[in-house]
Nanobody, 119 residues
Framework: QVQLVESGGGLVQAGGSLRLSCVASGSMFGINDMAWHRQAPGKEREWVATINSGGATNYAGAVKGRFTISRDNSKNTVFLQMNSLKPEDTAVYYC?????????????WGQGTQVTVTS
C-alpha cells in the first residue's frame, strides 16, 4: 500500500509564494510520473503540472511561467513552487503519482492541501 501526504498549503496574499510538498511512502519499487492537480469549489478538478521520471516537465497554460514542479527521487517527493500567486489560484491542490507496485503502474492520490490567495 502506498500513501501520499501533501504539505505546504496555507493563506497567502496575491503576488506571494508558496511551496507545496508531497511525499510518497509504502511498498513500491519506484515512481514514474508525478503531478499536481487542483480543484476550486464548484469547479472541475484540473491538471496543473507533471514531471516524468527523467525530469521533463509540462504545465497548464494558466500557471506556466509562475509555477515550477520538481522532484527528489531519493526522497520520493514532488514539489510545486508557486510564485506570483493570484486569487484565481485558490483551490485544493492534490498530488498524484504513478507508482510501480511490481505488478504494474498504479495511480495514487494525496488527500489535498488548501491554498488560499487573498487580493
Amino acid at each position: 500500500q502506498v500513501q501520499l501526504v501533501e504539505s505546504g498549503g496555507g493563506l497567502v496574499q496575491a503576488g506571494g509564494s508558496l511551496r507545496l510538498s508531497c511525499v510518497a511512502s509504502g511498498s513500491m519499487f519506484g515512481i514514474n510520473d508525478m503531478a499536481w492537480h487542483r480543484q476550486a469549489p464548484g469547479k472541475e478538478r484540473e491538471w496543473v503540472a507533471t514531471i516524468n521520471s527523467g525530469g521533463a516537465t509540462n504545465y497548464a497554460g494558466a500557471v506556466k511561467g509562475r509555477f515550477t514542479i520538481s522532484r527528489d527521487n531519493s526522497k520520493n517527493t514532488v514539489f510545486l513552487q508557486m510564485n506570483s500567486l493570484k486569487p484565481e489560484d485558490t483551490a485544493v491542490y492534490y498530488c498524484n503519482a504513478l507508482v510501480n507496485v511490481y505488478t504494474g503502474l498504479k495511480p495514487y492520490w494525496g488527500q489535498g492541501t488548501q491554498v488560499t490567495v487573498t487580493s
